[in-house]
């Protein structure tokens, strides 16, 4: 049986799954350093710490990591044979202007391709800066963290106008 198409039709592949971006990739464990990221017991965090023990009765050497939940800051630690994979979270560090703060305390943020409100003003440190600034009615700029589908501001700065 043989399928024929004539100059009229159209092949039309339909979108099926996901075919967008991974949120994680795979690296060996061994190849893993202080200052990346990993997911440690499924939570995206910086390493802090390694710790590499000798090779037990089963072969293989043991990885234990020591690392901060980039969203919450809690201390994670998960250990993982030093031969296998693990994966790592894509973190994507971006730059906002600021334009002012959502009665529901959401940031209102542009840059050159648009418009985004769908991340809080973070508590702490950073969330009392960007309110300081904008009481202060200064130009700020704010660094958003992306990973694994969760944003959160991580830095605030004031921009001095040109």
């Given at each position: 049986?043989?399928?024929?198409?004539?100059?009229?039709?159209?092949?039309?592949?339909?979108?099926?799954?996901?075919?967008?971006?991974?949120l994680?990739?795979?690296?060996?464990?061994?190849?893993?350093?202080?200052?990346?990221?990993?997911?440690?017991?499924?939570?995206?965090?910086?390493?802090?710490?390694?710790?590499?023990?000798?090779?037990?009765?089963?072969?293989?050497?043991?990885?234990?990591f020591?690392?901060?939940?980039?969203?919450?800051?809690?201390?994670?630690?998960?250990?993982?044979?030093?031969?296998?994979?693990?994966?790592?979270?894509?973190?994507?560090?971006?730059?906002?202007?600021?334009?002012?703060?959502?009665?529901?305390?959401?940031?209102?943020?542009f840059?050159?391709?648009?418009?985004?409100?769908?991340?809080?003003?973070?508590?702490?440190?950073?969330?009392?800066?960007?309110?300081?600034?904008?009481?202060?009615?200064?130009?700020?700029?704010?660094?958003?963290?992306?990973?694994?589908?969760?944003?959160?501001?991580?830095?605030?700065?004031?921009?001095?106008?040109?």
């Open positions: 049986m043989s399928t024929t198409f004539t100059e009229d039709e159209e092949f039309v592949i339909e979108a099926a799954g996901n075919a967008g971006a991974s994680t990739y795979p690296s060996q464990a061994s190849a893993l350093r202080k200052g990346g990221y990993a997911l440690l017991k499924s939570k995206p965090c910086k390493i802090l710490e390694i710790s590499t023990a000798k090779p037990g009765k089963h072969g293989h050497a043991k990885c234990t020591r690392g901060k939940d980039i969203f919450t800051g809690a201390m994670v630690e998960d250990s993982h044979p030093s031969s296998h994979n693990m994966e790592v979270p894509v973190v994507k560090k971006t730059e906002y202007d600021l334009s002012h703060i959502s009665r529901d305390g959401f940031l209102c943020l840059d050159g391709e648009g418009e985004k409100q769908d991340v809080r003003v973070p508590e702490g440190e950073v969330g009392e800066r960007i309110k300081m600034y904008l009481k202060e009615e200064k130009i700020v700029s704010v660094t958003i963290q992306a990973a694994m589908g969760q944003e959160i501001a991580v830095d605030a700065k004031a921009v001095s106008e040109d």
